[in-house]
């Protein structure tokens, strides 16, 4: 079993991984460029969570074709992270 490519809705240059047995795969890996740095994003899901429906492919997917990177300033400034840290 490997990764298997996939495609999301960016209009940016970006490669998308998932792997996993069918019906769910269970880890997912997102990388892209902005603003000169390059961001990889993975996320780890439980298959039962997958199973039981408590979260989505498509919602992972939807959550992955928006993430987008922002300076710091914007998150302290518009309380987007409610990490004390990112205060």
């Known amino acids: 079993m490997g990764w298997k490519v996939g495609s999301l809705a960016r209009t940016d240059e970006y490669f998308y991984y998932f792997l996993g047995r069918d019906p769910y ?3 997912f890996a ?3 460029r902005a603003e ?3 961001v990889e994003i993975d996320v780890g899901v ?3 969570s997958l ?3 408590d979260i989505t492919v498509e919602q992972i997917k939807r959550i992955l074709s928006s993430a ?3 300076p710091a300033s914007e ?3 518009g309380r987007q992270n409610p990490s004390p840290w990112a205060r």
Request: glycine residues 14%; positive net charge; hydrophobic residues 40%.
């Open 25 to 27: 795969p269970d880890d």
């Open 30 to 32: 997102l990388g892209f």
């Open 36 to 38: 000169g740095i390059t």
């Open 46 to 48: 439980e298959r039962s």
């Open 51 to 53: 199973a039981r429906g």
């Open 68 to 70: 987008r990177v922002i």
């Open 75 to 77: 998150l302290v400034k």
